[in-house]
């Protein structure tokens, strides 16, 4: 059977629920890739939602794996404030129009990376 789950921060679980979606909390990344591993490993296919605060703090081999996996899809999905002290509205910005058209984008004023 086919489900949409999303891994977010446990503070922001109730809005889920209340929406009717299954929703599992995590503080770190850790927890969200105990989560994640027992989905890798079955066979059940379904559409996983990932915070983009743990997304970024994952294990790069983790999410190479998560990536190659097919019965698993996923998306990034914004979770509101960035995990990390380097965050800011406008870097978690930045990223997700990297992630969504290819492109890393500079404003007005800064600098390319």
Not at 2 to 7: E, G, K, T
Not at 81 to 96: A, D, H, I
Request: hydrophobic share 40%; charged share 25%; proline share 5%.
């Amino acid at each position: 059977m086919s489900r949409l789950v999303i891994v977010t921060r446990s503070d922001l679980t109730p809005g889920f629920r209340l929406a009717g979606v299954e929703v599992y909390g995590a503080e770190d990344a850790e927890t969200a890739q105990e989560l994640i591993s027992s989905w890798l490993e079955g066979d059940e296919v379904n559409l996983l939602a990932i915070d983009d605060g743990l997304m970024d703090i994952m294990d790069p081999a983790f999410v190479k794996r998560l990536q190659a996996c097919e019965h698993l899809p996923h998306l990034i999905i914004p979770g509101g404030k960035p995990f990390g002290p380097e965050g800011s509205r406008r870097s978690r910005v930045v990223e997700m129009i990297r992630r969504a058209i290819g492109f890393h984008i500079t404003f007005k004023g800064e600098e390319a990376k």
